[in-house]
């Protein structure tokens, strides 16, 4: 049996994945310290499109989540969702820089990243240039579904995200698809190719399974969870972290968090919803 570490999602892929980044600055802050006692091993913290969200539409200066936010949390390492690029909008690879530049000057130097069709040889220099300016990258492998998608496929990937040396791969089900059956036969193929490189699971709830294969990723041997704080979980977000907590606790292994720390984090959180 293992000890189990989780990556709290809530304020960013909770936050986006369900409310559309409709939480405002002042709803956040005000539980950002009790999130910081639950022993999170790191926190999603920021994303780029909270620029254009923020200020168009709440009239608030992201400035103030990453300034005033980035001190409430003393205990958990703080991750940025992003790289040097900006998914669809065609924003200058200066300005990208510039950006990730000023976050790390917050204390935030961890990133989790993706190229959308897992293609590491063009990841590569984001990876490195990321690495220069201090910055460590968790690299995506990213699960879909089709005749393309085999086992050596995943392989094959799982070599090539590990040869950039990256600072995790994280196995992400970003539509919900896997299912445990699946799981099952394919994280050992990861795990096995992925050599010494650390792996984490991210995976979100659209279709209801992700819980299980959660579970089945414990039994095979991974030790990172991405988790969120409900009512900012499962739907089309990460599994609740007290429902997976507890069936680990129930399967023998020990979740490293405080869900007592967790709950007033929760009923704010439903307060917010209300």
């Given at each position: 049996?293992?000890?189990?570490?989780?990556?709290?999602?809530?304020?960013?892929?909770?936050?986006?994945?369900?409310?559309?980044?409709?939480?405002?600055?002042?709803?956040?802050?005000?539980?950002?310290?009790?999130?910081?006692?639950?022993?999170?091993?790191?926190?999603?913290?920021?994303?780029?499109?909270?620029?254009?969200?923020?200020?168009?539409?709440?009239k608030?200066?992201?400035?103030?989540?990453?300034?005033?936010?980035?001190?409430?949390?003393?205990?958990?390492?703080?991750r940025?969702?992003?790289?040097?690029?900006?998914?669809?909008?065609k924003?200058?690879?200066c300005?990208?820089?510039?950006?990730?530049?000023?976050?790390?000057?917050y204390?935030?130097?961890l990133t989790?990243?993706?190229?959308?069709w897992?293609?590491?040889?063009?990841?590569?220099?984001e990876?490195?240039?990321l690495?220069?300016?201090?910055?460590?990258t968790?690299?995506n492998?990213i699960?879909?579904?089709?005749?393309r998608?085999?086992?050596?496929?995943?392989?094959?990937?799982a070599?090539?995200?590990?040869?950039?040396?990256?600072?995790?791969?994280?196995?992400?089900?970003v539509?919900?698809?896997?299912?445990?059956?699946?799981a099952?036969?394919?994280?050992?193929?990861?795990?096995?190719?992925?050599?010494?490189?650390?792996?984490?699971?991210?995976?979100?709830?659209?279709?209801?399974?992700?819980?299980?294969?959660?579970l089945?990723?414990?039994?095979?041997?991974l030790?990172?969870?991405?988790?969120g704080?409900?009512?900012?979980?499962?739907?089309?977000g990460?599994?609740?972290?007290?429902?997976?907590?507890?069936n680990?606790?129930?399967l023998?292994?020990?979740?490293?968090?405080?869900?007592?720390?967790?709950?007033p984090?929760?009923?704010?959180?439903?307060?917010?919803?209300?």
């Amino acid at each position: 049996m293992s000890e189990i570490h989780f990556v709290d999602t809530t304020l960013r892929d909770g936050n986006l994945s369900l409310w559309a980044l409709n939480m405002p600055i002042g709803a956040m802050l005000p539980v950002a310290e009790q999130m910081d006692k639950a022993g999170f091993e790191s926190m999603e913290f920021f994303v780029g499109v909270m620029f254009r969200k923020y200020v168009h539409e709440h009239k608030e200066n992201p400035w103030d989540w990453i300034r005033l936010g980035s001190r409430k949390f003393t205990r958990t390492r703080l991750r940025y969702t992003g790289g040097m690029h900006s998914g669809f909008e065609k924003t200058p690879s200066c300005i990208l820089k510039l950006l990730a530049e000023r976050l790390i000057s917050y204390g935030i130097t961890l990133t989790r990243a993706s190229n959308c069709w897992n293609d590491y040889e063009s990841f590569k220099p984001e990876l490195d240039e990321l690495t220069a300016i201090g910055m460590e990258t968790v690299a995506n492998l990213i699960y879909t579904v089709s005749p393309r998608h085999t086992d050596e496929y995943f392989a094959q990937k799982a070599r090539e995200a590990a040869a950039m040396k990256p600072y995790r791969i994280c196995f992400k089900d970003v539509g919900g698809l896997l299912t445990p059956e699946r799981a099952r036969t394919l994280i050992p193929i990861i795990q096995k190719n992925a050599g010494v490189t650390p792996l984490e699971f991210h995976a979100h709830c659209n279709s209801g399974q992700a819980p299980l294969c959660y579970l089945e990723a414990v039994k095979l041997g991974l030790h990172t969870l991405h988790t969120g704080v409900p009512p900012l979980a499962n739907g089309s977000g990460q599994p609740s972290i007290f429902n997976i907590a507890q069936n680990l606790r129930a399967l023998g292994h020990t979740p490293c968090v405080d869900e007592k720390a967790l709950e007033p984090v929760r009923d704010h959180f439903m307060a917010v919803l209300g």
